[in-house]
């Protein structure tokens, strides 16, 4: 029996159940062709191999598999790679047709932390969120919603047409939105759109000018 080998903290891992093999996503750890344990063993397992079957870790108490890297660093305790081309590095099922089930959970204590972060490179997308029977919720929130460099208050001098630079690219298809956040009576936005794409570049216009400086708090989504 070929085996992974887990400090003795770890007994636990393992509550329940005969385990097949775990292979692939846990490249990291040395994966062999046959792991096998029993209830309230360590798993062990020894080289790295390459499956050709999908793998299954079973147990009738969660978690069924934890990691954990200590130590400083960025460092991850599991990472999921895929190498298709309509691959999936990571999937989470919830598959009961009951009660508040989460897919996948992430979960930060630090105030800096970041429950979950998404990074798409080479003009892909980060996240989507989609409800495909149009009778969810593709996304929601309960708390504070910040939209970095895509939306702010700048502070104008005076005048009709401000112009103000946005950060992160704009295309023909950027929708823009604009308040003033200074009451001036009778005067309000008339317009706010894109102005230059490759500059990165809204305008706001109102109705007319202002005599004092303002403050117009911009909104563009895309």
């Known amino acids: 029996m070929a085996t992974v080998d887990e400090p003795r903290s770890r007994r636990q891992l393992l509550t329940a159940g005969g385990v097949a093999a775990i292979a692939g996503v846990l490249g990291a750890f040395g994966i062999s062709t046959t792991v096998e344990a029993k209830n309230g063993e360590n798993l062990k397992?020894?080289?790295?191999?390459?499956?050709?079957?999908?793998?299954?870790?079973?147990?009738?108490k969660g978690p069924a598999f934890q990691a954990r890297v200590t130590g400083g660093g960025q460092t991850s305790a599991l990472r999921g790679v895929a190498t298709t081309t309509k691959g999936t590095g990571v999937q989470g099922l919830a598959d009961s047709k009951k009660g508040p089930t989460i897919g996948v959970s992430g979960i930060t204590k630090s105030s800096d932390g970041k429950a979950g972060q998404f990074v798409a490179?080479?003009?892909?997308?980060?996240?989507?969120?989609?409800?495909?029977?149009?009778?969810?919720?593709?996304?929601?929130?309960?708390?504070?919603?910040?939209?970095?460099?895509?939306?702010?208050?700048t502070?104008?001098?005076?005048?009709?047409?401000?112009v103000i630079p946005v950060a992160g690219g704009l295309s023909d298809k950027s929708l823009v939105l604009a308040t003033l956040q200074d009451h001036f009576p009778g005067v309000h936005v008339e317009s706010a759109a894109v102005l230059d794409t490759d500059e990165g570049l809204i305008v706001v216009r109102l109705n007319q000018a202002v005599p004092e400086p303002a403050r117009v708090a911009w909104i563009v989504l895309d």
Request: hydrophobic content about 30%; charged content about 20%.
């Open 45 to 60: 397992a020894g080289n790295k191999v390459t499956a050709t079957k999908p793998t299954t870790l079973q147990s009738s």
């Open 155 to 162: 502070q104008t001098s005076g005048g009709a047409e401000f």
């Open 121 to 153: 490179s080479n003009g892909g997308t980060a996240v989507i969120a989609r409800s495909p029977d149009k009778k969810g919720v593709a996304l929601r929130t309960e708390g504070k919603l910040q939209l970095t460099e895509r939306t702010g208050v």
